[in-house]
């Protein structure tokens, strides 16, 4: 299994517009950050995680022209905006495609984004997404495109809940603060964690440094990727100081999961 980070940065993405703080006008690029998602490909299918208002430019950068499912962790607007850039994938596999979240995420994007999940007009061709909606719940597992997932609930602190996905032995975490018991369980024993790490101070919706070095000691996975990290955070600073086994996320960053 082979995970693409396509983008590594918090809502406003890095740098943030309008702002001349040190990580924003770094030339690393790896303090370059587009609104999270990420690609997994596993079995010969390509599993996209959230659709980031900078869907476009990831796929672009990433070469990637088509996906089999689409896994939402939440509707809110740097992990699902993105939605009309699907459109791209429909053209390209000319068939309409499944994804999959919990029952209040689909119904806030079917709200916000109607046209996306309407069926397709064979005569008028692909002029809007074909999104199917599939609606799963933390704790079952469900098959995206053959593929088992376990979707887990997380607390998205002041905001609410998300969900995270486990497949094999990997685990995606974004937009949580901490970790319900039934959740933890099932972040045992993975080989590669992608998680939320927003900034160095305690935060009433995300994960802060302190908090996430606290998780991967607990659950000790092989190593633990940070993403959703905002312009609070320098990458060649904070790769320095992680303990081993950490490590910062970059856009484009490709893991390889054991
Ligand atoms: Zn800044
Ligand atoms: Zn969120
Ligand atoms: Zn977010």
Same mark, same amino acid.
């Given at each position: ?19 001349d703080?040190? !990580? ?6 790896k &303090? ?6 990420v ?7 390509k599993?996209?995680i ?8 990831? *796929? ?17 607007a ?11 994938f &429909?053209v390209?596999?000319?068939k ?23 069926p397709?007009?064979?005569? @008028? ?7 199917? *909606? ?10 995206? *495109?053959?593929?088992e ?15 995270g996905?486990?497949?094999?032995n ?23 964690? !992608?998680?939320?790490? @927003? ?12 908090? !996430?070095? &606290? ?22 600073t ?21």
């Amino acid at each position: 299994m082979k995970i693409t980070i396509l983008g590594s940065g918090t809502s406003g993405g890095v740098p943030l517009i309008g702002c001349d703080c040190k !990580v924003c006008v770094s030339d690393n690029p790896k &303090n370059k950050r587009t609104r999270v998602s990420v690609l997994v490909e596993i079995e010969g299918k390509k599993l996209l995680i959230d659709t980031s208002p900078d869907l476009r430019q990831q *796929a672009l950068a990433n070469k990637f022209s088509t996906v089999d499912a689409i896994l939402y962790t939440h509707a809110h607007a740097d992990h699902a905006h993105g939605i009309d850039e699907t459109r791209a994938f &429909n053209v390209n596999s000319r068939k309409p495609l499944d994804c999959y979240g919990d029952a209040e995420t689909l119904s806030e994007l079917g709200r916000k984004f109607d046209y996306a999940f309407k069926p397709p007009v064979p005569r @008028l061709g692909w002029f809007r997404p074909a999104l199917v *909606a599939n609606i799963v719940e933390p704790g079952k597992k469900f098959q995206a *495109a053959g593929i088992e997932v376990m979707p887990f609930l997380q607390d998205h602190g002041v905001a609410g809940m998300t969900l995270g996905f486990r497949i094999g032995n990997f685990a995606y975490s974004t937009d949580l603060n901490s970790i319900p018991q039934e959740s933890l369980a099932i972040l045992r024993g993975l080989d590669t964690w !992608v998680v939320d790490c @927003l900034q160095y101070k305690p935060h009433p919706t995300h994960a802060h440094v302190e908090l !996430v070095i &606290n998780w991967a000691r607990m659950l000790s996975p092989r190593q633990a990727i940070l993403t959703h990290m905002s312009h609070n955070i320098e990458y060649e600073t904070i790769k320095a100081s992680l303990p081993p086994g950490m490590t910062p996320g970059y856009d484009g960053m490709v893991l390889e999961v054991r």
